[in-house]
T-cell receptor
């Protein structure tokens, strides 16, 4: 599984756009990039997944450059409730029967 | 999607005792995964539980310490045996769907 590197922590004010970048230099051809969100005292929750270019859903956007060696999770107009740890994972298509391997994640703190 | 119920949600246990954590899924799944999350840390995979066969443990985790049962396709248990304060963590079970993984709320274990 490709190793990922992301900032340990980030701070943002409410209403701002937050971009969290993840490096995955050794990503394999058939690897997907998936982001999970974890609130305190809860299990991680799927946010978004992509393979290349840009993916957008109701929660976030995921930008993946052509070389796929990095990706950026974009959270538009964050609120206090977006305070959480965000994990970038690289691996097969979805989780399937392969367990997820979590890196250290990025602790996002949203300030009023 | 999958809904996972974990019991207990939290417990305080005496050192030297054992605790069994239950994980119930609302649909049949082939694989179930158990993770540990130490305070302030990321998730670490303990083992993969496949119905009808012995669980597969990750490096650093052994069956004598963390015995796992998987009696059917919707249920699994993880036992934390002969507990010490170092076992104080959140334990989470997880299942995989087509494109994402689902997690229980976790069991917060404190060993005193």
């Amino acid at each position: 599984l490709a190793k990922t590197t992301q900032p340990i922590s980030m701070d943002s004010y409410e209403g701002q756009e937050v971009n969290i970048t993840c490096s995955h230099n050794n990503i394999a051809t058939n690897d997907y990039i998936t982001w999970y969100q974890q609130f305190p005292s809860q299990g991680p929750r799927f946010i978004i997944q992509g393979y290349k270019t840009k993916v957008t859903n109701e929660v976030a956007s995921l930008f993946i450059p052509a070389d796929r060696k990095s990706s950026t999770l974009s959270l538009p107009r964050v609120s206090l409730s977006d305070t959480a740890v965000y994990y970038c994972l690289v691996g097969g298509n979805g989780a399937g029967n392969t367990p997820l391997v979590f890196g250290k994640g990025t602790r996002l703190s949203v300030i009023a | 999607s999958a809904v996972i119920s974990q019991k207990p949600s939290r417990d305080i246990c005496q050192r030297g005792t054992s605790l069994t954590i239950q994980c119930q899924v609302d649909s049949q799944v082939t694989m179930m995964f158990w993770y540990r999350q130490q305070p302030g840390q990321s998730l670490t995979l303990i083992a993969t539980a496949n119905q009808g066969s012995e669980a597969t443990y990750e490096s650093g985790f052994v069956i004598d310490k963390f015995p796992i049962s998987r009696p059917n396709l919707t249920f699994s248990t993880l036992t934390v045996s002969n507990m010490s304060p170092e076992d104080s963590s959140i334990y989470l079970c997880s299942v995989a769907a087509v494109t994402e993984a689902f997690f229980g709320q976790g069991t917060r274990l404190t060993v005193v």
